[in-house]
């Protein structure tokens, strides 16, 4: 089932946009980039309504009625539950919201991962499956095998450039720096000391970094390549609704915006 | 630490597991390298190589003593006739290595490579012959010093070289079978057969037979000429097998082929299980086939057939067959892959020997 809907229509995506360019030296590279925009675009209203959802739960945290309840039923779970409830109601708020979204993203980007892992086939039994994998209208033997140099990467193995004779994870670098801005700049402003939802944000935009820098550390510098992308397509995405918090990038930029928010 | 926290980095850790569980690139994979001598067989089963006793099936010895996540074998090891066993590793660092086959001890080891070995090598003259995932041909001497800057040949070298005696055929990744001169070190010739070529050419008379991905046979000639012997429904996988001036092959689909190449008309064609990975094995008057999957049980099946194409006998093994048969002696060795055995030797009666299961 994940085999026929997600890794067979992604692997024959990833490599139809790879023929299409010429399947010559750096072009596998560039599919993968291609195949990022074309997923971030059908993904684009999940995105949007993600924001959306993490934008009015944020400003939620800073609402008059929303705050007195959760003084007023601090020791009260139950009612506070059902309390909340009615509040979410009142003003539309759909509380999965923003989460929902990011479920339904995690399988598009693990079979991502598989697609671009099985078109790059390090080994015989990989090539095998790949052969498989491709639908009967594709240029199977043209395709085959493909050719994973991306400027100065192999995109099947992990990414280094030697520099004074050591090993520097440049890619690796890069990955956590665009997801620690992303991260940042979609990070509202909060007036609220006790706001639940901007302590895990900021949770986030430290730990998603090192995460996926570790990946790309460890794994396969294709998978890198979409990171890095669909860092920049999200940074743009985000900043094209003049939403985005730049002044979170600089040290204490949040709390700057806190006391502007405060006076 | 407070509860949230503790629950975001679990997320975290589960979803990196997820990723990492299902990527399937943290270590390579694949069918296994399989080699015989009149005493032991030789399997290079992933993590380890084991020697077993042709009499019994018992384990000689395993290299090395305890599996180590960075050494790989995939690649059919080399019996050579001063007494080493050669074969390349696929892991991480690419390491080049000689075992006593008698012993299993290490002869020495070399790392010189930038990819990884899934090819077997070639000795001719004195001189070993490596091709690597790396697009290169390295050249050793036998105490496996390089003798010359190694051969720049385009592709990924995934198959074996052979030799007609005096030029190497070369097949590549990248569609191409090349002839390289050894005394020149140099690629004299090359020859674009529109396809991936995963497997060793067939060396004929004046030149050499070569399947590949463009499900295709075709006859290449020393100064890179090249002409269609057969052309098939699907990918050609294994070598084909020349007997006389009767060439063997099986296709993807599982036809298997006879051909007179001096007359060129084609014998018969017969499809006697689930489709074929690995190269014919002719041994006696026997064409025994290594079918992937029988259709209907899905296990890896042995099939002999005689030289007309009938079915003499047949035998699921278990698991898949992707790994070409040796024979030794009275005995057909097989090695499934995913298989409760490692290795299963029959006789050429279909009657089983004997099988190999590591002990943990």
């Known amino acids: ?263 | 630490m407070n509860t949230k926290r503790l629950i975001l980095i679990s997320l975290i850790a589960l979803g990196a597991l997820a990723l990492s569980a299902c990527s399937g690139s943290a270590t390579a994979n694949s069918w296994y390298g399989l080699a015989a001598d009149a005493d032991r067989a030789y399997v290079s089963a992933g993590s380890l190589i084991y020697a077993v006793d042709l009499k019994n099936g018992s384990e000689v010895w395993r290299y090395p003593a305890k599996a180590d996540a960075n050494i790989i074998f995939f690649a059919k090891p080399l019996l050579t006739t001063d007494g080493q066993l050669l074969i390349g590793s696929a892991g991480k660092n690419h390491e080049f290595i000689s075992l006593d086959p008698v012993t299993g001890k290490e002869k020495w080891n070399k790392a010189f490579a930038k990819g990884t070995w899934v090819a077997t090598p070639l000795i001719l003259n004195n001189t070993v012959y490596a091709p690597n995932d790396d697009g290169f041909l390295y050249t050793l001497d036998m105490a496996g010093n390089q003798v010359a800057d190694p051969i720049e040949v385009s592709g990924a070298l995934w198959s074996a070289p052979v030799t007609d005696g005096t030029l190497i055929y070369l097949s590549s990744l990248d569609h191409h079978v090349n002839i390289i001169d050894p005394v020149k070190r140099s690629v004299v010739a090359a020859a674009d057969l529109g396809g991936a070529i995963p497997s060793s050419p067939t060396v004929g008379t004046d030149g050499a037979y070569v399947s590949s991905f463009a499900s295709a046979i075709q006859f290449v000639t020393p100064n890179g000429e090249h002409k269609p012997i057969t052309k098939v429904e699907n990918q050609i996988w294994g070598s084909p097998v020349l007997d006389g001036t009767t060439l063997y092959y099986a296709d993807l689909t599982g036809k298997v082929f006879s051909q007179d190449v001096a007359g060129g008309k084609q014998n018969w064609s017969v499809q006697p299980n689930g489709p074929v990975v690995a190269s014919l094995l002719i041994a006696g008057d026997q064409i025994y086939v290594a079918s992937e999957a029988d259709p209907t049980s899905a296990l890896g099946t042995l099939v002999a057939l005689d030289r007309d194409g009938k079915t003499v006998w047949s035998k699921e093994v278990g698991g898949k067959l992707y790994t070409t048969p040796v024979a030794s002696g009275d005995l057909i060795i097989v090695a499934p892959y995913q298989a409760t055995n490692t290795l299963v030797a029959y006789d050429t009666q279909g009657k089983q020997a004997w099988t190999f299961t590591p002990a943990k």
């Open chain 1, 1 to 263: 089932m994940w085999e026929q809907l997600i890794i067979q229509p992604m692997t024959n995506l990833l490599l139809f946009i790879y023929d299409l360019l010429g399947h010559g030296p750096h072009m596998f590279g560039l599919a993968i980039i291609l195949f990022t925009i074309v997923i971030r675009l059908i993904t684009w209203p999940l995105n949007a309504s993600q924001v959306k959802g993490a934008q009015a739960m944020q400003e939620l945290q800073n609402d008059k009625d929303w705050q007195e309840i959760q003084k007023k039923y601090a020791k009260d779970k139950e009612k506070l539950a059902q309390e909340q409830m009615r509040v979410y109601k009142e003003k539309g708020i759909n509380p999965f919201a923003s989460c929902l979204p990011t479920l339904i993203q995690f399988p598009i980007i693990i079979g991502l991962y598989q697609s671009i892992i099985r078109a790059l086939s390090a080994m015989p039994l990989d090539m095998l499956k790949l052969s498989r994998t491709i639908y009967p209208f594709q240029n199977v033997q043209g395709i085959i095998p493909l050719n994973s140099k991306f400027l100065w990467m192999n995109l099947g193995s992990p990414e280094s450039v030697q520099i004074l004779g050591y090993a520097l994870p440049t890619l690796a670098v890069v990955v956590a720096l665009t997801t620690y801005v992303q991260s940042k700049l979609t990070m509202p402003a909060s007036s609220n000391p006790n706001d639940q939802s901007a302590q895990m944000s900021g949770m986030m935009s430290i730990y998603m970094p090192l995460m996926l820098g570790w990946f790309a550390l460890n794994f396969a510098s294709g998978i890198a390549v979409y990171f890095i992308t669909s860092n920049a397509l999200g940074i743009i995405q985000y900043a094209a609704t003049g939403r985005a918090n730049w002044s979170n990038l600089l040290p204490g930029g949040n709390k700057k915006n806190q006391i502007t928010k405060k006076k």
